[in-house]
Nanobody, 127 residues
Framework: QVQLVESGGGLVQAGDSLRLSCAASGLTFSSYAMGWFRQAPGKEREFVAAISWSGGRTNIADSVKSRFIISRDNAKNTVYLQMNSLKPEDTAVYYC????????????????????WGQGTQVTVSL
């Protein structure tokens, strides 16, 4: 079955960097667009970033656009989220998600487009 396993979360201080990884299995990774979402306590899940199957197109939320970078390595079936200049408001559980695509389109920011989800990894940013 399809599995998405996030890693790389942790407790950091404001201004620090973290790189999240999401390892995918049970699917043809290069046929899937990948995304990152996050959910803070008491808040709805929100879009962070997404990347097309080829890696050639990315979609980044305005709130993180200058600080976060999404990338993927299809040879390793892994998608990454490089998070720089972290702020306390970035504290959340970060989820990796995937949806199948037939052609390279602008990767979706809508959670409803995604077929598969990981269990999440906690990121906590302290002052």
């Amino acid at each position: 079955q399809v599995q998405l396993v996030e890693s790389g979360g942790g407790l950091v201080q404001a201004g620090d960097s973290l790189r999240l990884s999401c390892a995918a299995s049970g699917l043809t990774f290069s046929s899937y667009a990948m995304g990152w979402f996050r959910q803070a306590p008491g808040k709805e899940r929100e879009f962070v970033a997404a990347i097309s199957w080829s890696g050639g197109r990315t979609n980044i939320a305005d709130s993180v656009k200058s600080r976060f970078i999404i990338s993927r390595d299809n040879a390793k079936n892994t998608v990454y989220l490089q998070m720089n200049s972290l702020k306390p408001e970035d504290t959340a559980v970060y989820y990796c998600a995937a949806y199948s695509v037939l052609y390279s389109s602008y990767p979706s920011a809508g959670p409803g487009a995604y077929n598969y989800w990981g269990q999440g990894t906690q990121v906590t940013v302290s002052l």
